[in-house]
């Protein structure tokens, strides 16, 4: 997918800010990875899941936010293209390949249809921030920014859909827990793909949250599910 030279916008880091790089060898070949806490199980498979992301594209509206945005920037989101439908021998749920510009869905860790819901839109994210700046995949920083972007635009810290999740009732309706949630799954995911420490990862996220929590493009009217 095409990208502007130089280029780091909104939550994204200009280039001329960045002095000396973080780059860490990725563990695989995707630059993100969203992935559940706890066990995972799924009923789910490939035929029924196919018509359903098919749909979802078409007709959820943030995924039809983020697929329109994408065309315009040139580029465009083909299901047969960029989608991948696979069992995966992981615990992941999904993921993105930059060099590819494809997302892969790992059929055997969705639980529900809302959880593929939030785990396309999440990838999404990727793919808009991956189209509409030169992204350094391996700058951690850049990495980290994406993640908490793609964690909020997705809803995978709303209190409705964490609430569902019986490891996560104490989460309560609060900024200092919503934050919490996001940094949470952000470090999660850096750590599925980076090999870094982890205290490393947490002070990096912890760097670029303030500026990529409140970057909610292509959204105009987003409104976190916190009080």
Same mark, same amino acid.
């Given at each position: 997918?095409?990208?502007?030279?130089?280029?780091?916008?909104?939550?994204?880091?200009?280039?001329?800010?960045?002095? $000396?790089?973080?780059?860490?060898?990725?563990?695989?070949?995707? *630059? +993100?990875?969203?992935? +559940?806490?706890?066990?995972?199980?799924? &009923?789910?498979? @490939?035929?029924?899941?196919?018509?359903?992301?098919?749909?979802?594209?078409? /007709? $959820?509206?943030?995924?039809?936010?983020? /697929?329109?945005?994408?065309?315009?920037?040139?580029?465009? !989101?083909?299901?047969?293209?960029?989608? =991948?439908?696979?069992?995966?021998? /992981?615990?992941?749920?999904?993921?993105? #390949?930059?060099?590819?510009?494809?997302?892969? !869905?790992? %059929?055997?860790?969705?639980? +529900?249809?809302?959880?593929?819901?939030? *785990?396309?839109?999440?990838?999404?994210?990727? %793919?808009?921030?991956?189209?509409?700046?030169?992204?350094?995949?391996?700058?951690?920083?850049?990495?980290?920014?994406?993640?908490?972007?793609?964690?909020?635009? =997705?809803?995978?810290?709303?209190?409705?859909?964490?609430?569902?999740?019986?490891? +996560?009732?104490?989460?309560? &309706?609060?900024?200092?827990?919503?934050?919490?949630?996001? @940094?949470?799954?952000?470090?999660?995911?850096?750590? =599925?793909?980076?090999? !870094?420490?982890?205290?490393?990862?947490?002070?990096?996220?912890?760097?670029?949250?303030?500026?990529? !929590?409140? #970057?909610?493009?292509?959204? /105009?009217?987003?409104?976190?599910?916190?009080?």
């Amino acid at each position: 997918m095409p990208a502007e030279s130089n280029v780091y916008v909104e939550g994204l880091f200009e280039a001329e800010n960045i002095n $000396n790089p973080a780059r860490y060898q990725p563990k695989d070949k995707f *630059s +993100s990875l969203s992935s +559940s806490s706890g066990s995972s199980w799924s &009923l789910l498979t @490939k035929p029924s899941i196919e018509p359903d992301i098919k749909d979802m594209i078409k /007709t $959820n509206k943030k995924a039809r936010k983020l /697929t329109g945005e994408l065309a315009k920037l040139g580029c465009p !989101i083909s299901p047969e293209k960029n989608l =991948a439908l696979e069992v995966c021998d /992981t615990n992941i749920d999904a993921g993105f #390949d930059d060099q590819q510009s494809q997302i892969l !869905i790992c %059929v055997n860790n969705i639980k +529900s249809t809302e959880h593929l819901e939030k *785990s396309l839109i999440h990838e999404l994210v990727h %793919v808009y921030d991956h189209c509409r700046a030169k992204m350094n995949w391996d700058d951690l920083r850049h990495l980290a920014c994406s993640e908490v972007r793609a964690y909020q635009l =997705a809803g995978q810290c709303a209190f409705d859909y964490r609430f569902r999740d019986w490891n +996560s009732l104490s989460l309560a &309706l609060s900024r200092e827990t919503y934050e919490r949630c996001i @940094k949470s799954e952000a470090l999660r995911s850096v750590l =599925a793909t980076r090999e !870094i420490g982890r205290e490393d990862a947490r002070r990096v996220i912890d760097q670029v949250y303030p500026r990529c !929590i409140a #970057d909610f493009s292509p959204f /105009t009217n987003f409104s976190p599910d916190i009080s």
